[in-house]
């Protein structure tokens, strides 16, 4: 049985068993999540989100790209969302590489070198500052006031506020 088809045999077997309001595409809380997309950073449980309740995106690294701030202009724009949470956390593999070494690596792989940054970084806190000073610049969020970032740690589960003063600066 291959990952997808086990996965399918879970929803199968879970059935219509999710709590929360699914009558509109609008969160309830009006709530926008960015994280990674780190397979230990369970979301709903770790914010006890119903479905409805908040839009969640995720990348690697939840860090703000061109494609996060697409989304989360929509999300702002035509869906409702006030707030954006920013989540990264402990032990990221974004950690583990540079922007430089793996994009010489694809190249080497593939014959082309990407267009697009890896986002790498070596200071958690410190990706997440600019990621918020990102949001907070784009002319594309209107709501810009209720940014807040946290550094999630994957074990033990705190999540730690990173000064929103500090990311002004970045």
Same mark, same amino acid.
């Given at each position: 049985? /291959?990952?997808?088809?086990?996965?399918?045999?879970?929803?199968? $077997?879970?059935? *219509?068993?999710?709590?929360? !309001?699914?009558?509109?595409?609008?969160? @309830?809380?009006?709530?926008?999540?960015? /994280?990674?997309?780190?397979?230990?950073?369970?979301?709903?449980?770790?914010?006890?989100?119903?479905?409805?309740?908040?839009?969640?995106?995720? *990348?690697?690294?939840?860090?703000?790209?061109?494609?996060?701030? #697409?989304?989360? %202009?929509?999300?702002?724009?035509?869906?409702?969302?006030?707030?954006?949470?920013?989540? +990264? +956390?402990? *032990?990221?593999?974004? $950690?583990?590489?540079?922007?430089?070494?793996?994009?010489?690596?694809?190249?080497? !792989?593939?014959?082309?070198?990407?267009?697009? %940054?890896?986002?790498?970084?070596?200071?958690? $806190?410190?990706?997440? #500052?600019? @990621?918020?000073?990102?949001?907070? #610049? @784009?002319?594309?969020?209107? +709501?810009?006031?209720?940014?807040?970032?946290?550094?999630?740690?994957? +074990?033990?589960?705190?999540?730690?506020?990173? !000064?929103?003063?500090?990311?002004?600066? %970045?």
């Amino acid at each position: 049985m /291959t990952a997808i088809d086990e996965l399918l045999k879970r929803n199968y $077997e879970l059935g *219509n068993v999710v709590p929360g !309001d699914r009558s509109s595409a609008k969160p @309830s809380l009006q709530v926008a999540i960015l /994280t990674c997309m780190d397979s230990r950073i369970r979301v709903f449980e770790i914010f006890g989100l119903k479905q409805g309740e908040a839009h969640v995106l995720r *990348n690697a690294g939840g860090v703000v790209t061109d494609d996060a701030i #697409r989304s989360l %202009a929509l999300s702002q724009r035509k869906l409702g969302t006030r707030e954006v949470l920013l989540v +990264h +956390h402990t *032990n990221c593999g974004l $950690e583990m590489v540079t922007e430089d070494d793996f994009k010489d690596e694809l190249e080497a !792989d593939t014959g082309l070198r990407p267009t697009w %940054a890896v986002e790498a970084f070596k200071v958690v $806190e410190q990706s997440v #500052r600019g @990621s918020m000073a990102r949001l907070r #610049r @784009s002319p594309f969020i209107p +709501h810009t006031d209720k940014i807040r970032g946290f550094v999630y740690d994957v +074990h033990t589960g705190e999540l730690r506020e990173v !000064d929103a003063a500090e990311s002004q600066a %970045a």
